[in-house]
């Protein structure tokens, strides 16, 4: 079975600190995807990349930045964490479109 | 606009029924996908069902079948005899483009089912 593996369950940051969320999978998939859960607004996809060093914008980029510098590695960086990116983040990968994601267990992020 | 619309934020099913979560979408590529996710109170996002826009048949996939509809642009997912295991917040989403390259999923805001005894 494919495994995405985000590195924290839960954090606390404060405002201001430059926050790190990791994701790593394990089947050699091109594509893998930052998204945010917030409660009556679904996922809302932040970044993407389609291969290493590449990145792309979703629709929410804002305030975040992305990393891929070997294919099983995703990071999504917040430069100055505020308490408006308080949410739950999940990372995902795909290969074969008709499959869907296959997502990490995700990462509640809370910024005081 | 709304690429994808779930109208139920919330469904009240009893243990044995069945249970239809509505999905609506929008889009113009005539090549898409469209998928329903289970997400837990654990958090974890399942994949549940999967159907291609040139699909002939409905898929099914268990006690989970989707509905489509593809004039009405409805992707309503149905599930069969209804477990209290079944109580999770549940997502539709659509891929729009064929090929491996630009995948993105766009998702819909949820339906959170609650199965009672």
């Known amino acids: 079975d494919v495994k995405v593996t985000q590195s924290s369950r839960y954090l606390v940051k404060r405002t201001g600190e430059k926050v790190f969320l990791e994701c790593v999978q394990d089947?050699?998939?091109?594509?893998m995807f930052w998204y945010r859960q917030d409660p009556g607004l679904g996922l809302r996809l932040i970044y993407f990349?389609?291969?290493?060093?590449?990145?792309e914008k979703g629709d929410i980029p804002e305030g975040y930045s992305v990393s891929r510098e070997k294919k099983e590695r995703f990071s999504l960086i917040l430069e100055s964490a505020s308490t408006n990116q308080t949410s739950m983040y999940l990372c995902?990968?795909?290969?074969?479109?008709?499959?869907?994601?296959?997502f990490g267990s995700g990462t509640r992020l809370t910024v005081v | 606009a709304q690429k994808i619309t779930q109208t139920q934020p919330g469904m009240f099913v009893q243990e044995k029924e069945a249970v239809t979560l509505d999905c609506t979408y929008d889009t113009s590529d005539p090549s898409y996908g469209l998928f329903w996710y289970k997400q837990p109170s654990s958090g974890e996002m399942i994949f549940l069902i999967y159907q291609g826009s040139y699909d002939q048949q409905n898929a099914t996939e268990g006690r989970y079948s989707l509905n489509f509809q593809k004039a009405r642009k409805s992707a309503n997912l149905v599930i069969s005899a209804s477990q209290l295991g079944d109580s999770a917040m549940y997502f539709c989403a659509m891929r729009e483009g064929r090929g491996t390259g630009f995948q993105k999923l766009v998702f819909g805001t949820g339906t959170r089912l609650l199965v009672s005894p």
């Open positions: 089947m050699d998939h091109e594509n």
């Open positions: 990349s389609y291969d290493v060093k590449m990145k």
């Open positions: 995902a990968s795909s290969f074969q479109p008709n499959y869907g994601y296959t």
